[in-house]
């Protein structure tokens, strides 16, 4: 039996498993990670998130790179335990009733950690209601700020219906979960109303509460007009929120809540601590860079060979630091192995057949634009040139855009119109359907992870650590994580040299073809031992620093 949970952490993504959409990106992604490393520590903490049973959604790509989605068709029955309990909130001037589901992430010591997924289709709720959590970040400001209703509010009242009492940490991973503190302010209040409530109450709440931050752009945090808290949430809980000064510019911007009840508050890596302290300097911001869940993101063939020569490495993954023993042979024969099957999953879905002998170039993740997918894509005569005159070059994309993200969609058609361009020179392959799964792969068997964030707006970055427990270095503008593991030639390359800086486009693309041209096709053709050099002080430099 676990002993009583004392820590809630409370996101509005989740992902545990790739075959649960519950998640979109490296928000849900770390979440999920953070839990299970919660699960390896023995940590008493449970998580609460939403149920979307039509996921996020599937993509389609057709060929000139055009996405478009459809609903994605699971059964949280085979992945979720139903739960007896059912509650009800008031919010839209009505009741709307939720049901729960449970998800055990079992550490590597047998300690179980409870994930609670909320779920509004149930009896009762009429067909708007149960549409509530259909999907992840899928309708509009109203229905999002209802989603966040139920995830505030309603995730309080199933953790008391659920009997859990004794919680001394209510942690918000980013600004979706805010209305949480407002439950715990009623609830401090008992029945006696919004309209009593003193510094002092706040004061308590507050010392329960700790918030994560992972936007480095103002227009990233959600705000919803006054007229729409009062419809979703009545007048009662509005008026509140006006009192105490909560609305900012006559709307309720959820960052702002969650840093007014939090006594604790972090960014997600050092530089993003620095951004966001000026962004809220009314504020004290700490920082915890992000980590990765070492066990999940690490191939079959690493896991091996870890196992082999360090194999307490799954109980306390500070022992990757003595990666450094390992034979290079051995790391290339694993790595040999990850990008096989790589190709291979590239062959089963495209057709396409890529050399295992090239230097594989890897891009996954978001497609939004200031990820910056295309910006190799820059010069592509200097490309091709590269491409016939220093040594071949392929590249594997993969990334899906936000529906309603019209700058992230051209971007996928950009990197289409590049493969075209450069068909007899240089192969290019998009994969669909980018998940957990497919990250892994792509991450773990290309030979050099590309990033390219337009700085200072990657606020840490994570599919970088996971390429680097596979032995991948990286390529990347100084943002975010990289600024902390980077070191220059020992655990990858950089693109530019100034993180104080502002992206400076020009710069940074002849940096990178620059670093391409004269350091990295050279070493990995020339000398394949110097090149696992790297591979290894990345698994042993970064590996075992940048885990959950
Ligand atoms: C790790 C991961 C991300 C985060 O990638 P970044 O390059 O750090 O933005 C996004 N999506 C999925 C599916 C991931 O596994």
């Not at 590239?346 to 997918?373: C, H, N, S």
């Not at 119109?417 to 998940?435: M, W």
């Not at 792509?442 to 032995?471: F, H, Y």
């Not at 940074?508 to 031992?529: N, V």
Request: net charge negative.
């Amino acid at each position: 039996m676990n002993p009583s949970p004392v820590i809630a952490y409370f996101s509005m993504e989740v992902g545990l498993e790739p075959k649960m959409p519950t998640y979109s990106g490296g928000l849900g992604v770390l979440a999920g990670d953070t839990l299970k490393a919660a699960a390896d520590l023995n940590i008493p903490l449970i998580g609460v998130t939403l149920l979307y049973r039509k996921g996020y959604f599937r993509q389609r790509l057709d060929d000139q790179g055009n996405q478009t989605e459809e609903p994605e068709e699971w059964y949280p029955e085979e992945f979720l335990e139903p739960q007896r309990l059912q509650v009800s909130i008031p919010m839209l001037g009505r009741t709307v009733h939720i049901r729960v589901w449970r998800y055990l992430t079992q550490g590597v010591n047998g300690y179980d950690v409870p994930v609670y997924f909320l779920d509004t289709a149930v009896d009762g709720n009429d067909d708007w209601d149960r549409s509530l959590t259909d999907q992840l970040y899928g309708g509009d400001d109203f229905h999002r700020l209802c989603q966040e209703t139920i995830l505030g509010l309603g995730g309080m009242a199933v953790l008391r219906a659920l009997g859990y009492k004794k919680i001394k940490a209510f942690h918000m991973n980013e600004g979706h979960s805010a209305l949480l503190a407002l439950a715990l302010l009623e609830e401090k209040k008992q029945g006696e109303g919004l309209g009593t409530v003193n510094i002092e109450d706040i004061d308590a709440v507050r010392q329960q509460c700790v918030f994560t931050t992972h936007t480095p752009v103002p227009a990233g945090h959600d705000k919803f007009p006054i007229q729409m808290i009062r419809q979703v949430l009545g007048d009662e809980r509005s008026n509140f929120l006006e009192t105490f000064g909560c609305f900012v510019e006559g709307s309720l911007n959820m960052t702002y809540l969650a840093l007014y009840f939090s006594r604790y508050i972090n960014g997600v890596s050092h530089r993003h601590e620095s951004i966001s302290q000026d962004m809220f300097p009314d504020y004290p911001i700490n920082s915890v860079t992000n980590g990765v869940h070492a066990l999940t993101w690490t191939t079959p063939p690493f896991r091996r060979l870890f196992d082999r020569h360090i194999p307490e490495w799954r109980h306390d993954n500070l022992y990757l630091r003595y990666a450094t023993c390992l034979p290079l042979e051995e790391i290339i024969a694993a790595h040999t192995e990850a990008k096989r099957k790589l190709l291979a999953q590239v062959q089963q879905r495209t057709d396409i057949e890529l050399d295992p002998a090239v230097m594989t170039i890897g891009f996954a993740r978001r497609a939004t634009p200031y990820k910056r997918a295309d910006l190799i894509f820059a010069d592509i005569e200097r490309l091709k040139q590269m491409g016939s005159q220093v040594g071949p070059i392929q590249l594997i994309y993969g990334g899906k855009a936000h529906p309603r993200d019209e700058n992230g969609k051209d971007m996928i058609r950009r990197i289409f119109q590049a493969e075209k361009a450069l068909q007899d020179q240089l192969k290019i392959v998009y994969l669909e359907e980018y998940d957990m799964e497919l990250g892994k792969m792509i991450c773990a068997g290309v030979d050099v992870w590309l990033n390219t964030p337009q700085k200072p707006r990657e606020a840490s970055g994570t599919s970088g650590m996971k390429a680097a427990l596979n032995g991948v270095p990286s390529l990347s503008v100084l943002d975010g994580w990289w600024i902390e593991g980077h070191v220059e030639g020992v655990t990858g390359w950089s693109i530019g040299d100034n993180w104080k800086a502002e992206s400076d486009p020009a710069a940074e693309i002849s940096s990178l073809y620059g670093k391409l041209e004269s350091l990295i096709l050279p070493m990995f053709y020339q000398q394949p031992y110097k090149y696992a050099e790297v591979m290894r002080s990345a698994i042993s430099l970064n590996g075992s620093f940048f885990n959950a």
